[in-house]
């Protein structure tokens, strides 16, 4: 009797991690995120400078731990992504900062 409720659970956890898999993405997490701060900015406008911070610290150790994945798989199978997501990374901090630039010059 065990036995079978273990083949049980163990078919069910298996198609959970292929569902998880299939529609938990990093494009659908962002998505979600999206919707609850725009949830917080409607409903409670004083916590959305906290969220905001909250965002902040989620994301910059999930960029980390994405980049060093990204370089480990490179090293692994000489592919160059790691340093295209660089790239990609330098050239929004620089239009980032133009578009800090251009709005910071009229309250000057």
Same mark, same amino acid.
């Given at each position: 009797?065990? #036995? ?7 078919? #069910?956890?298996? $198609?959970?991690?292929?569902?998880? /898999? /299939?529609?938990? %993405?990093? %494009? ?14 409607l409903l409670y406008?004083?916590? *959305?400078? $906290? $969220?905001? $911070? ?5 994301? =910059?150790? *999930?960029? =980390? ?11 692994? #199978?000489? %592919? %160059? *992504?790691?340093?295209?997501? =660089? ?14 630039? =251009? *709005?910071?010059? #009229?309250?000057?």
């Amino acid at each position: 009797m065990v #036995n079978m409720w273990e083949g049980i659970l163990a078919q #069910n956890n298996f $198609y959970f991690k292929k569902m998880v /898999k /299939k529609y938990i %993405t990093p %494009t659908s997490i962002s998505f979600l995120w999206s919707l609850i701060l725009i949830l917080i900015s409607l409903l409670y406008p004083g916590y *959305t400078r $906290y $969220y905001l $911070y909250l965002s902040i610290i989620v994301i =910059i150790p *999930t960029a =980390i731990i994405s980049l060093i994945k990204q370089r480990r798989q490179d090293k692994l #199978n000489g %592919t %160059t *992504t790691f340093q295209a997501s =660089i790239y990609r990374m330098l050239i929004i901090a620089f239009v980032l900062l133009a578009f800090f630039i =251009i *709005t910071k010059q #009229n309250y000057m």
